[in-house]
Nanobody
């Protein structure tokens, strides 16, 4: 059974830092990463990383957030620095696996990140 479990959200002041962690289990995973969603807005990709380590970022977080991955642990991390009010959202981890020729995406339950003074 595939599981995706996140941790590390919380409340932080503007300019502060947080690190999110996400561990997937039950399969071999290819792309992993993070989306976020604020009420009333569409879910948007924050950062993703392939199993080979190629990372991509949303323009709004480039230079502030860093995604990394430990393949041995099926774990992906999101280091968030210089946090802004607009980074407030629920952050969802995703992990892609293959079922034959089909790529399936599994999601975590979400972790709240609140940036507030």
């Amino acid at each position: 059974q595939v599981q995706v479990v996140e941790s590390g959200g919380g409340l932080v002041q503007p300019g502060g830092s947080l690190r999110l962690s996400c561990t997937a289990s039950g399969s071999i995973f290819y792309n992993m990463g993070w989306y976020r969603q604020d009420p009333g807005r569409q879910r948007e990709l924050v950062a993703g990383v392939s199993s080979e380590g190629t990372a991509n970022y949303a323009g709004s977080v480039k230079g502030r957030f860093t995604i990394s991955r430990d393949n041995a642990k099926n774990t992906v991390y999101l280091q968030m620095n210089s946090l802004k009010l607009e980074d407030t959202a629920v952050y969802y981890c995703y992990a892609d696996r293959k079922d034959g020729s089909v790529l399936l995406t599994h999601w975590g339950q979400g972790t709240q990140v609140t940036v507030s003074s």
